[in-house]
Nanobody, 117 residues
Framework: QVQLVESGGGLVQPGGSLRLSCAAS????????MGWYRQAPGNQRELVAV???????NYADSVKGRFTISRDNAKNTLYLQMNSLQPEDTAVYYC???????????WGKGTLVTVSS
């Protein structure tokens, strides 16, 4: 059974930075894609960034140039470095893992990021 546990959320002032981590445990097979999604109050969950086991990355237009996704495959850990945070980045951030062969779509419980002065 795969488990994803996010950490690193918190309160930060506009213009500040945070680094989120997602620790994955269990049997994780490649190829796969790990990503960050977020959901603000009253909004649908949206993709923030995704990283494939082959090294590809993709970002939402709203975070390009500010956020960086990375992964340490040896540690089964996904990261999201968030810089120049703005109030509109306030949301619960969720970690997601999709295993392409054999199926499997897993979610963490989320970590809250609040950007406010």
């Amino acid at each position: 059974q795969v488990q994803l546990v996010e950490s690193g959320g918190g309160l930060v002032q506009p213009g500040g930075s945070l680094r989120l981590s997602c620790a994955a445990s269990g049997s994780i097979y490649s190829p796969n894609a790990m990503g960050w999604y977020r959901q603000a109050p009253g909004n649908q969950r949206e993709l923030v960034a995704v990283s494939t086991s082959g090294g590809g990355t993709n970002y939402a237009d709203s975070v390009k140039g500010r956020f960086t996704i990375s992964r340490d495959n040896a540690k089964n850990t996904l990261y999201l470095q968030m810089n120049s945070l703005q109030p509109e980045d306030t949301a619960v951030y969720y970690c997601n893992l999709v295993v392409w062969i054999g199926g499997g779509n897993y979610w963490g419980k989320g970590t809250l990021v609040t950007v406010s002065s």
